[in-house]
């Protein structure tokens, strides 16, 4: 069984300007908490078919692979290890990245699609437990981005917990 989590913010600026960013694949680690570097593993740089690897930590890194791409508006990466699939605990895993006009800026959208390993069980440990940590990170995600794609910056922790403050009173 697969599930889905999401978070959706107003960007002040225009949706060509953030796909300028959202495009370069190789800046996941400017705004993905946790993240410290990323690396382009094939040729091909943009569109179906061009990999990276984000590293959580120099050492350990997570492939990504685009499946879908729509021009000036996102793409759907999936995530794996080399050829030996998702990561636990799902058994297939993908990050969808979309923006769309919404009056003078733009809409972005973060979202985690995922089917759980293990079954019944891995079900139950989504619904008591996962499901609510993964909608934490995703917020944490869109919410970094929104923040380093307005102001170039990479946010510190104390951004990110502004930033989550902010949210919450919106």
Not at 1 to 9: D, E, F, I, K, Q
Not at 29 to 57: D, M, N, W
Not at 73 to 101: C, K, M, N
């Amino acid at each position: 069984m697969g599930g889905v989590v999401s978070c959706t913010l107003y960007m002040k600026m225009p949706r060509e300007k953030a796909w300028d960013i959202l495009r370069d694949l190789s800046k996941p680690h400017f705004y993905v908490p946790g993240l410290v570097k990323t690396e382009i593993t094939t040729e091909k740089t943009t569109g179906v078919g061009a990999s990276r690897k984000v590293y959580q930590t120099e050492t350990k890194g997570l492939d990504e692979t685009v499946e879908e791409w729509n021009e000036g508006h996102g793409f759907l990466i999936r995530l794996h290890q080399g050829d030996r699939g998702a990561p636990p605990p799902f058994s297939e895993g993908h990050f969808r990245y979309a923006i769309d006009d919404q009056g003078e800026g733009t809409q972005l959208t973060c979202s985690l699609i995922y089917t759980m390993r293990w079954g019944i069980l891995g079900v139950l440990l989504d619904k008591l437990l996962l499901n609510f940590i993964m909608r934490r990170i995703i917020a944490d995600v869109t919410l970094s981005m929104r923040f380093f794609y307005e102001t170039g910056l990479t946010p510190t922790k104390q951004d990110l917990k502004e930033a989550r403050m902010a949210w919450k009173r919106s």
